[in-house]
């Protein structure tokens, strides 16, 4: 029997392919540093689990299929403090960031739409979008513009008749890039001129930096049933093993029906949404710090990166990503090449070949994703084995 | 913006849809029976328990897509006592049972094509089906002959070109049938005639009562390529909220092409599956206790719906519900009646319309769905207010 085209054609996730080249690695004792997954070293919130070391119910039971009310509710206030003002019944509780996404495209999409999404985009955007049968139609933004949104008559000639949503992710994974207010505001603008939904992906919201400040999607009122918001804490709190997220929208039609798709697998893990509902009066003060190490970490990659000869790249202003050009041809196969090949005092270094971060065929070969998410000391030591491996790869 | 098709058609949960109006009944002040749904109020397992208050990493991190690999290790060995003979590359860990269906449907089937479901099924088959854009292909079976197996011809004049699959719920939900191993034998001889997949679900494997022994898919050396197995520690473990369940199939290219929808969402909850992993060696004495519960819950429900003229059901054989046709014109109207308008000393009792469970139209109109899953005297008393309550209705 053959299998369904969908499964011949979803994409293999280039930030998890390398992973049997990276195991073999390992067992052949060799030490590899990961800058090709989001997964920070920082410490989760002691609140968050404590709340796992202190679960005392007998039965560990379903909750409710849109999210436990007490998370939802503290949930509110949690957007409050972001300038961003909703209901707890605005809000569904979801099995992390993806699958809020997946509801996201089901809720909006038949099978056959478009979804016009900035590119290079986060790359598992690809399988949720043939997991719902959508076409993602790519708005190309180039690294030598800090990845800045295309003027409005670009993004406007993508429109089809069978284009339902705009998609973004605000600060961008991979891009580094922050949209602005008037960035924003573009967007809405032709969002409401076209009646197009906007699913905006904001789980890096925490992070960004040089004293910018985070717009929602959520904060246009213009927008309030055009507006999706898909959230996570897996950045926000170092969770990422918690899977926990969230999907919001002022449109009480479109979470009517996203609730029913939420009923079909009944509810998110319990305990898990307890920690993540222990998180919510975590202070300022956490952020700030985390957030002085990021940009640490940031200006350490940069600098790096500017150091090499032919990479072409700009300080990303959010998330803990950078999309950088290198001066080769076929970043898959440098990526791949690090982990079988190279090694500097039995030391090598992963990242994510940009490639499949991009929707256009052809682009984005030459780049790589490197996420900033080690401590300084394995960072520097990571990014010189880097230069030493881009170099002798090169000659 | 209008929402999609799938958003318009995708089926209200029959289990939580009268949520609502039981929130409305204990805002008043009446204790409400729930037997709608199947959370059992069976202890979960200490040593579960303890796995989440002896976690003690520091950074609550992503595991591996296909699921933490000791835990999918210690799966063949639960597997193996089970007479399921696999390998831990044969399966990948989901959040629950529910997205290991999602992923099943996806990968076999496009958009339009059909699969074969022995009617009534498990009520969320519906809306798995409404996202993956599969038609669902009902084979009615009946409360009269225990929901037995139709015979082969009637199996077979429902393949057209468009099947791809049999799916099967065995120990059925919320039919309480069990099929045989000749049941077995008959399908997968269907199967490999027609080259179509099966997709058995089975959840309540644990729960099977009279003596009889589960028959696994898996079981079936000439099904290799075709067989594809859900499970869940929900029911089995008593831990719904855990969300932890899996997806095996030996055909190797389908697991590597659904690996690719397991990464997509990056990984299932990391505690929920370390805890699980705790229970797999749960001694065969912790079943045999549940089960001599069940078994004696099933007896009240089964006798006390017998006492009621006009109730039509048989003893169930399997998982903890039970379909019982009753003396009235519309179980949806009555469900609700028993929540907005009947109490007795302020209790009332909730339960599953059982239309939902079918996907013919116009039958299972006077069908419910009771899940025995509480304890003697909270069953009984139930069970009398239930009889109460359906001759007010009916009188």
């Given at each position: 029997m053959k299998l369904s085209e969908r499964a011949k054609t979803i994409q293999?996730?280039?930030?998890?392919?390398?992973?049997p080249l990276a195991n073999r690695a390992k067992e052949k004792g060799i030490k590899i540093y990961h800058l090709n997954i989001g997964q920070p070293d920082i410490e989760t919130p002691q609140e968050m689990l404590n709340?796992?070391?202190?679960?005392?119910?007998?039965?560990?039971?379903?909750?409710?299929?849109?999210?436990?009310?007490?998370?939802?509710?503290?949930?509110?206030?949690y957007y409050k403090r972001h300038n961003i003002e909703i209901g707890e019944d605005d809000i569904i509780v979801t099995t992390a960031g993806s699958e809020a996404i997946i509801f996201a495209m089901m809720v909006t999409c038949n099978t056959g739409d478009e979804i016009i999404i900035p590119e290079p985009f986060y790359t598992?955007?690809?399988?949720?979008?043939?997991?719902?049968?959508?076409?993602?139609?790519?708005?190309?933004?180039?690294?030598?513009?800090?990845?800045?949104?295309?003027?409005?008559?670009?993004?406007?000639?993508?429109?089809?008749?069978?284009?339902k949503a705009i998609m973004i992710c605000n600060p961008g994974?991979?891009?580094?890039?922050?949209?602005?207010?008037?960035?924003?505001?573009?967007?809405?603008?032709?969002?409401?001129?076209?009646?197009?939904?906007?699913?905006?992906?904001?789980?890096?919201?925490?992070?960004?930096?040089?004293?910018?400040?985070?717009?929602?999607?959520?904060?246009?009122?213009?927008?309030?049933?055009?507006?999706?918001?898909?959230?996570?804490?897996?950045?926000?709190?170092?969770?990422?093993?918690a899977r926990i997220g969230c999907l919001i929208s002022k449109n009480r039609e479109l979470m009517n029906a996203a609730l029913k798709f939420a009923q079909a697998r009944l509810c998110p893990p319990t305990i898990d949404q307890l920690a993540a509902n222990a998180a919510i009066d975590i202070e300022e003060e956490y952020f700030k710090k985390i957030l002085r190490e990021y940009d640490k970490r940031r200006n350490i990659v940069f600098d790096e990166l500017q150091?090499?000869?032919?990479?072409?790249?700009?300080?990303?202003?959010?998330?803990?990503?950078?999309?950088?050009?290198?001066?080769?041809?076929?970043?898959?196969?440098?990526?791949?090449?690090?982990?079988?090949?190279?090694?500097?005092?039995?030391?090598?270094?992963?990242?994510?070949?940009?490639?499949?971060?991009?929707?256009t065929p052809d682009i984005g070969k030459n780049e790589i994703r490197i996420a900033y998410i080690l401590n300084e000391n394995d960072l520097r030591k990571a990014m010189s084995i880097f230069r030493e491996g881009l170099k002798k790869y090169r000659g």
């Open positions: 293999a996730s280039p930030i998890r392919k390398l992973m709340v796992y070391k202190n679960y005392h119910e007998k039965v560990l039971a379903y909750g409710p299929s849109q999210g436990l009310e007490i998370y939802r509710r503290n949930l509110v206030k598992n955007y690809n399988g949720f979008a043939t997991m719902a049968g959508v076409k993602i139609v790519p708005l190309t933004t180039y690294a030598e513009t800090g990845f800045a949104l295309p003027e409005n008559e670009k993004i406007e000639s993508l429109i089809t008749a069978k284009t994974n991979p891009t580094g890039a922050v949209y602005s207010r008037q960035d924003l505001e573009r967007i809405a603008n032709i969002a409401e001129k076209h009646n197009l939904f906007v699913i905006s992906d904001e789980v890096y919201r925490e992070f960004v930096y040089d004293g910018l400040t985070h717009t929602s999607i959520l904060e246009f009122p213009e927008l309030e049933n055009l507006a999706i918001m898909v959230d996570s804490i897996s950045k926000r709190y170092s969770a990422c093993g150091k090499i000869e032919g990479v072409v790249c700009i300080k990303p202003k959010g998330a803990f990503y950078i999309i950088a050009k290198l001066p080769i041809e076929d970043a898959d196969d440098f990526a791949a090449w690090m982990l079988t090949d190279f090694s500097v005092d039995n030391e090598t270094v992963m990242f994510a070949p940009a490639q499949g971060f991009y929707a």
